[in-house]
């Protein structure tokens, strides 16, 4: 099948929907596959943090993407020990968006969908999951894709490989990945929520166990970290030790806590922090989970994700539209990005070891927090610094490539 002049994205996530909307508004045919027959998965990021609004506003989409449900959190609060904590405000970003928005990550990526198909050169193909590589004297030169219909061959002038931490075009590729360490996993569940409920993120930090619960409307999506690899212990204990510590965490949940009554009600986060060494091969690009995935703390990694996006399609919509991409342009992709993926992965591994693992490990019976942390309480003109390195990422991005008609040549097959 002919179809040299498109780029391919396999996953339809963050950063694949991102990239293939910002390419197909610069007039390039992309074709973006998306292995599920919709975007219907719960307990995937939802967090957009101010850099990813900042994003829709520079493409006159912020009015329409607040329009979806969402609620906001204007800071971080948590408590360690018996400690309440005020970790980052989020009024005072210089963006002027002060807040942190929790959304269902469905509707995040079906308004991407949508604003994709604006133009005639997106191509969304649900239910088409890339399974290998086509290579051709050394150079990935498009797909195999396992489609309703069967596999399919599908070539294009450049391979995006945004197919997640699991990434199957990463492993093809033999692409190295260097492991940062995790000493935790983590369970998310559901709690119903009731109007007299706090309406706060809330994280409790305590000896032996973290919870995390995020206002999510009429419910609350929750967060338990366990140990790395404890899961089966756990679950050989039974549900009530969960119940137990969900309800010390937060007393107001009361008999809610019982309806936590079956493993199926909560799902198993493998929790990983790795990145590659290098992130492309001629023809290839991995980016964002597939190119380094990224701890929960601090729930950044849908936006470090798009920040890729961006970024690739800064760098790569000119060659594309030209029909020149070489290893060069990929290559300035990934030092683009590698900066801030190191910055963030160094900061979150060492508040694992330094935080959550001796947490989880503890047999103390009162814990206190951090003396820094709580200066960030005392002080509250020191919660802008975190609140800045979350919300605002290190090295943000901002929407260089243009909104142009497509190429007379472009064409679909």
Known sequence: MDGGDR???AGGGPAGMMLGFLLARAGILVTVLEKHADFL????GDTIHPSTLQLMRELGLLDDFLKLPHQKAYELRGRVGSDELTFADFRHLPNGIGYVAFMPQ?????????AGRRYPQFDLRMRAEATGLLEE?????GLRVKTADGEIELRGNLVIAADGRGSIL??????????QGAPMDVLWFHMPRLPTDPSDV???FDAGRIVV???RGTYWQCALVIKKGSHAELQASGLKPVQDALLKAAPFLGERVRGLDDWDKLKLLVVKVDRLMRWHRPGLLCIGDAAHAMSPVGGVGINLAIQDAV????ILWRPLRERRVADGDLARVQARRMFPTRVVQRMQVFMQRTVIAGLLGSAEATIRAPWILRQLTRLPLFQRIPARIIGLGVRPEHIHSPELAPNLSARKD
């Open 41 to 44: 998965r719960d307990f995937r």
């Open 202 to 204: 809330m994280g409790v």
């Open 106 to 114: 469905w509707d995040f990526l079906d308004f991407l969908a949508d």
């Open 7 to 9: 780029c391919i994205i």
């Open 311 to 314: 970024a690739a399609a800064n």
């Open 213 to 215: 619960l995020i206002h």
């Open 137 to 141: 004297n050394g150079r990935v030169v």
């Open 170 to 179: 990463r492993d093809r590729a033999g692409l190295r990945i260097e492991d």
